[in-house]
C-alpha cells in the first residue's frame, strides 16, 4: 500500500512598512517553511494568517489595524507581529480573537505562536528539518541555551561587546524546545547561557502560560519545569547569587540533578575586586556546606584563573586553602591569557608565564587529590549513570556528577547488551583522580 502524505498547514502572511520589516518576513517565512508548512496566496486557503505590522505613523498604524480587521473578517485565525506588536493591548481592544501579538523581531515567538495555531502533523516528508532540530551532540543529550549576552562587566572578559547585555528567552519557548527535544530522544538536558542565574532578570514581568499554568521567567521556575519534560536536566554557568538556594531542594527531590556549574574564577579577595567579580568568597563557603546539608550527592565543578595581574604568592596561597576548605568535585584551571578589548591588559602586577606555570601545577595537583579522594569514597555504591557509548562488551557512561566533554567517565564491564541513551543502576568497583570504574547491576 503507498504512504499517504498529510497535507501540510498553509500559512497566509500580509507584510506591512518598510523594507526592514519585508526582510522580518522573509525570515520568518523562511523558517516555517523548513519546517515544512506549505505557503498560501490568499485568504482562503490559509490555516493560520500572519499580519506583520507597521507602527512608524499614526497613518500606518491605522492602516495595520485595517489590515489586521480584513484577514480576521475574511480567515478569522489571525497572528499579530511586527513594529506595532508593542501595542498589544490596543490590538487585542479593537480585535479581541487575534490567536497571539508579538513585536518586531521576535521570530521564535511568531514560529511558535504558528506552531500552536496550526500544529504540523510528524511526517518525515514534510519535516524539512528534524523535530528536535538539526545537532551536533548525540542523540541522547542535547544544549538548551535559555539566554545570550551578559550584564556582568568582568576585566578579563569581552563577551558583553561580542554578545551585547543580557536578552533572556521566554520560557514557554525554552520548555517547547525542551519538550521537543526529548520527544527526538534527548534523556539530557544541559541548560546553558552566558549566566544562567540572571535568566529573567530583563522580562521578570512577563510570565507565560505553559500547559494551562503561568511560568515565570526565573532560573528556579524554569528549572523546576524542565525537570518535569526531561530525565536529567543539568545547570551549567550558575553565578553565586542568593537565589542559587532555591534549586537545592529541587535537587534533592530528584527533580533536576544534583549538579552546579559555578564559574568562581578566584577566592582570594583582592583578586576578584580586580577581576570586577563579588568578593564573597566566605558567604559562598557557608553556602556550600547548607548544599550538601540538603542535597548531599551535590556535585560543584568552577573553574579558575591562575597568574592574574596583581596576584601574589599569598593570594594564590589563599585559594589553594579555600579549595581545601571547599571541597569542590570538579576543577578546571587556567593560566591568565590577555584577550584584545580587555579591561584586564591594562591592570599593573602582570605575573610572569613561569611563575603561571608553577601556580598552574599546584593549581591541579591540589584538585586532582581532592577529586581522588572524593571518587574513591564512591567505591562500593550504587550509582545511576547514562550510557554515552557502547564499545563491544563494555560502555562508556556518566554519572550525574559528570558533564559530558569536562568531567569524568564511568567505565563498565559487561555492559554489551546497553544502548546509547540508556539510563541505569551501576555498582562501582574502582576510581582513579577522574573516572570511576564498575559494571551495571543484573
Same mark, same amino acid.
Not at 490559509?46 to 480584513?70: M, P, Q, R, Y
Not at 500552536?116 to 511526517?123: I, L, Q, R, S, V
Not at 563491544?392 to 546509547?420: M, W, Y
Given at each position: 500500500?503507498?504512504?499517504?502524505?498529510?497535507?501540510?498547514?498553509?500559512?497566509?502572511?500580509?507584510?506591512?512598512?518598510?523594507?526592514? $520589516?519585508?526582510?522580518? !518576513?522573509?525570515? #520568518?517565512?523562511?523558517? &516555517? %517553511?523548513? @519546517?515544512?508548512?506549505?505557503?498560501?496566496? *490568499?485568504?482562503?486557503?490559509?490555516?493560520?494568517?500572519?499580519?506583520?505590522?507597521?507602527?512608524?505613523?499614526?497613518?500606518?498604524?491605522?492602516?495595520?489595524?485595517?489590515?489586521?480587521?480584513?484577514?480576521?473578517?475574511?480567515?478569522?485565525?489571525?497572528?499579530?507581529?511586527?513594529?506595532?506588536?508593542?501595542?498589544?493591548?490596543?490590538?487585542?481592544?479593537?480585535?479581541?480573537?487575534?490567536?497571539?501579538?508579538?513585536?518586531?523581531?521576535?521570530?521564535?515567538?511568531?514560529?511558535?505562536?504558528?506552531?500552536?495555531?496550526?500544529?504540523?502533523?510528524?511526517?518525515?516528508?514534510?519535516?524539512?528539518?528534524?523535530?528536535?532540530?538539526?545537532?551536533?551532540?548525540?542523540?541522547?543529550?542535547?544544549?538548551?541555551?535559555?539566554?545570550?549576552?551578559? $550584564?556582568?562587566?568582568? !576585566?578579563?572578559? #569581552?563577551?558583553?561587546? &561580542? %554578545?551585547? @547585555?543580557?536578552?533572556?528567552?521566554?520560557? *514557554?519557548?525554552?520548555?517547547?524546545?525542551?519538550?521537543?527535544?526529548?520527544?527526538?530522544?534527548?534523556?539530557?538536558?544541559?541548560?546553558?547561557?552566558?549566566?544562567?542565574?540572571?535568566?529573567?532578570?530583563?522580562?521578570?514581568?512577563?510570565?507565560?502560560?505553559?500547559?494551562?499554568?503561568?511560568?515565570?521567567?526565573?532560573?528556579?521556575?524554569?528549572?523546576?519545569?524542565?525537570?518535569?519534560?526531561?530525565?536529567?536536566?543539568?545547570?551549567?554557568?550558575?553565578?553565586?547569587?542568593?537565589?542559587?538556594?532555591?534549586?537545592?531542594?529541587?535537587?534533592?527531590?530528584?527533580?533536576?540533578?544534583?549538579?552546579?556549574?559555578?564559574?568562581?574564577?578566584?577566592?582570594?579577595?583582592?583578586?576578584?575586586?580586580?577581576?570586577?567579580?563579588?568578593?564573597?568568597?566566605?558567604?559562598?563557603?557557608?553556602? #556550600?556546606?547548607?548544599?550538601?546539608?540538603?542535597?548531599?550527592?551535590?556535585?560543584?565543578?568552577?573553574?579558575?584563573?591562575?597568574?592574574?595581574?596583581?596576584?601574589?604568592?599569598?593570594?594564590?596561597?589563599?585559594?589553594?586553602?579555600?579549595?581545601?576548605?571547599?571541597?569542590?568535585?570538579?576543577?578546571?584551571?587556567?593560566?591568565?591569557?590577555?584577550?584584545?578589548?580587555?579591561?584586564?591588559?591594562?591592570?599593573?602586577?602582570?605575573?610572569?608565564?613561569?611563575?603561571?606555570?608553577?601556580?598552574?601545577?599546584?593549581?591541579?595537583?591540589?584538585?586532582?587529590?581532592?577529586?581522588?579522594?572524593?571518587?574513591?569514597?564512591?567505591?562500593?555504591?550504587?550509582?545511576?549513570?547514562?550510557?554515552?557509548?557502547?564499545?563491544?562488551?563494555?560502555?562508556?557512561?556518566?554519572?550525574?556528577?559528570?558533564?559530558?566533554?569536562?568531567?569524568?567517565?564511568?567505565?563498565?564491564?559487561?555492559?554489551?547488551?546497553?544502548?546509547?541513551?540508556?539510563?541505569?543502576?551501576?555498582?562501582?568497583?574502582?576510581?582513579?583522580?577522574?573516572?570511576?570504574?564498575?559494571?551495571?547491576?543484573?
Amino acid at each position: 500500500m503507498a504512504t499517504r502524505i498529510p497535507e501540510a498547514p498553509k500559512v497566509g502572511m500580509v507584510s506591512l512598512g518598510c523594507p526592514k $520589516n519585508l526582510v522580518d !518576513s522573509e525570515r #520568518i517565512l523562511t523558517k &516555517l %517553511r523548513s @519546517d515544512g508548512y506549505a505557503m498560501s496566496a *490568499d485568504y482562503a486557503g490559509a490555516d493560520v494568517v500572519l499580519v506583520n505590522t507597521c507602527g512608524f505613523l499614526d497613518s500606518a498604524k491605522e492602516e495595520s489595524l485595517e489590515a489586521i480587521g480584513e484577514a480576521i473578517a475574511e480567515n478569522g485565525r489571525v497572528i499579530v507581529t511586527g513594529c506595532m506588536g508593542k501595542e498589544a493591548e490596543v490590538i487585542r481592544a479593537r480585535f479581541p480573537n487575534v490567536l497571539a501579538v508579538t513585536g518586531a523581531h521576535q521570530y521564535e515567538e511568531v514560529v511558535g505562536a504558528v506552531h500552536d495555531a496550526a500544529p504540523m502533523p510528524p511526517n518525515a516528508f514534510l519535516n524539512l528539518v528534524p523535530e528536535g532540530g538539526l545537532k551536533l551532540t548525540p542523540r541522547h543529550y542535547s544544549y538548551l541555551k535559555i539566554s545570550e549576552g551578559c $550584564n556582568h562587566r568582568c !576585566s578579563f572578559c #569581552i563577551i558583553p561587546a &561580542l %554578545r551585547g @547585555d543580557l536578552v533572556s528567552r521566554r520560557p *514557554d519557548a525554552i520548555l517547547r524546545e525542551a519538550e521537543k527535544l526529548v520527544e527526538a530522544g534527548t534523556k539530557e538536558l544541559l541548560v546553558i547561557s552566558q549566566d544562567t542565574s540572571a535568566y529573567g532578570v530583563d522580562i521578570r514581568k512577563e510570565p507565560r502560560m505553559w500547559k494551562g499554568a503561568e511560568v515565570v521567567p526565573h532560573m528556579t521556575d524554569l528549572a523546576r519545569e524542565l525537570g518535569k519534560i526531561a530525565p536529567w536536566v543539568r545547570l551549567h554557568y550558575v553565578y553565586p547569587y542568593p537565589h542559587v538556594d532555591q534549586v537545592i531542594p529541587l535537587m534533592a527531590e530528584g527533580l533536576i540533578l544534583p549538579y552546579l556549574d559555578i564559574p568562581f574564577q578566584h577566592a582570594a579577595p583582592s583578586v576578584l575586586r580586580t577581576m570586577r567579580r563579588p568578593a564573597n568568597e566566605a558567604k559562598v563557603l557557608e553556602r #556550600i556546606h547548607k548544599w550538601r546539608a540538603i542535597a548531599p550527592d551535590i556535585t560543584i565543578r568552577s573553574t579558575f584563573v591562575v597568574g592574574f595581574p596583581g596576584e601574589t604568592e599569598a593570594d594564590f596561597q589563599y585559594l589553594l586553602d579555600w579549595l581545601d576548605e571547599a571541597q569542590l568535585d570538579r576543577v578546571g584551571a587556567f593560566r591568565f591569557e590577555p584577550v584584545e578589548g580587555a579591561a584586564a591588559n591594562d591592570l599593573p602586577g602582570a605575573v610572569p608565564e613561569a611563575v603561571k606555570e608553577e601556580r598552574y601545577a599546584r593549581i591541579m595537583e591540589k584538585t586532582a587529590a581532592i577529586s581522588a579522594a572524593k571518587l574513591e569514597a564512591k567505591i562500593g555504591r550504587t550509582l545511576e549513570v547514562i550510557i554515552d557509548e557502547v564499545d563491544g562488551d563494555g560502555a562508556n557512561a556518566r554519572s550525574q556528577a559528570d558533564a559530558p566533554e569536562i568531567d569524568g567517565t564511568v567505565f563498565l564491564r559487561d555492559a554489551g547488551h546497553l544502548k546509547q541513551g540508556d539510563i541505569v543502576r551501576v555498582e562501582i568497583e574502582d576510581a582513579d583522580e577522574h573516572d570511576l570504574y564498575g559494571a551495571p547491576l543484573a
